[in-house]
């Protein structure tokens, strides 16, 4: 654990990260915290290097004096094979986005789950999770199947547009948690499906600034089910526009973003992060353009 005095070196691995919101973010809070806590982005893009280069990556980091990386898009699962360590639920779902180095040994969690878990319990507390219908089964999609089932998820709905990749999906999940039902679908079963769903999660990339419009028509929403989205940025997507227009409580992505951040945090500083703060440092940065 970490004191108020060391200093602390940390990465972000990850294609096309050079822009990311993270390690300003992260920054601010250590700022905020009286730490000192410098983070830099390792694009693999920029060093011309490839996704399957991330071990080599964190024995680098660890020789240099890193204290930890957060890891992301395309190493999660790659990185799986370099660790010592891996937490349960972050072996259970087969990706890190956390390693801490300590003793010179690599430890691996996943906040990406626990991030939307937190984000949904502070940001739709109270919310019915009986029967979710979740739009999307790649990397994120996982995460977030696997946080909502594990709140309490008794029927979730995976569609998908890679058919193969949702039964995969859902069979890995129905596994993991036996007394729930996983149901791989088409986009044909989405009207049905979300015609008596408590909530539905969109989580594809539809609604990015480079990928913009909605991932489905609104009119298959009801008041009564909430709706989260995973892309922040834009934070006000238009689903989230729309699924409010609609009546609908709605979480946007900005949520889990923050989540994830400050359970990362958490674990690389062993300082309690100010979540409040940390996502006004967040919303800052994005209305910023940064």
Known sequence: MSTITESL???????????????????????????????????????GRSAADVGDLLRYGRDL??????????????????????????ARLGAVNTVLIQDGRFIGH?????GFATALAQGLPDAALDAVVQLGAGGAGAAVAYALLKAGTRELTLIDLDPERTRERAAALAALFPDAVVRPGSREDLAPALSSADGFVQATPVGMHSHPGLPLDPELLRPETWVADVIYRPVRTQLVDAAEARGCRVLDGGHMAVGQAVDAFRLISGVEPDAARMRAHFLELVNSGR
């Open 110 to 114: 996943n906040t990406d789950y626990s």
């Open 65 to 90: 004096g890193f204290n930890a990386f957060n890891i992301t898009h395309p190493c999660k699962q790659l990185v799986l094979e370099h660790l010592d360590e891996v937490s349960e639920d972050a």
């Open 9 to 47: 070196l940390v990465g972000l691995i990850g294609d096309g990260i050079t822009a990311s919101l993270t390690p300003p973010m992260h920054e601010r809070e250590a700022a905020a915290c009286g730490l000192h806590y410098l983070y830099r982005p390792v694009d693999l893009a920029v060093n």
